[in-house]
């Protein structure tokens, strides 16, 4: 099992930055791939980012190609994303999560992913 704990949310002018982090405990970090999805108030979580597991492929929403990035340490078990030029329809509670299943490639499709985190805010305001 895996255990996945989100910080680093909060408020922030659109134009802003934010990183969230989150720590993983449980496994071998380094022996699963990684995601981040959002899921704003009535709306369906979605996709936001995905890395492999140590590192080398990320993968991005469209939405935020460009802004936001994806990055994992392995000597912290963590996995970052910073996020930058926020936008207020960036608002919305952001999850990491572990695909236990993959390594390379990692999955957009949440449906993929076994572990989640308890979910951070982050409001964006125009």
């Known amino acids: 099992q895996v255990q996945l704990v989100e910080s680093g949310g909060g408020l922030v002018q659109a134009g802003g930055s934010l990183r969230l982090s989150c720590a993983a405990s449980g496994r071998i970090f380094s022996s699963y791939a990684m995601g981040w999805f959002r899921q704003a108030p009535g709306k369906e979580r979605e996709f936001v980012a995905a890395i492999s597991s140590i590192g080398f492929s990320t993968y991005y929403a469209d939405s935020v190609k460009g802004r936001f990035t994806a990055s994992r340490d392995g000597a912290k078990n963590t996995v970052y994303l910073q996020m930058n030029s926020l936008k207020p329809e960036d608002t919305a509670v952001y999850y990491c999560?572990?695909?236990?299943?993959?390594?390379?490639?990692?999955?957009?499709?949440?449906?993929?992913?076994?572990?989640w985190g308890q979910g951070i805010q982050v409001t964006v305001s125009s």
């Open positions: 999560a572990a695909d236990l299943r993959r390594t390379v490639v990692p999955s957009t499709d949440r449906r993929e992913y076994d572990h």
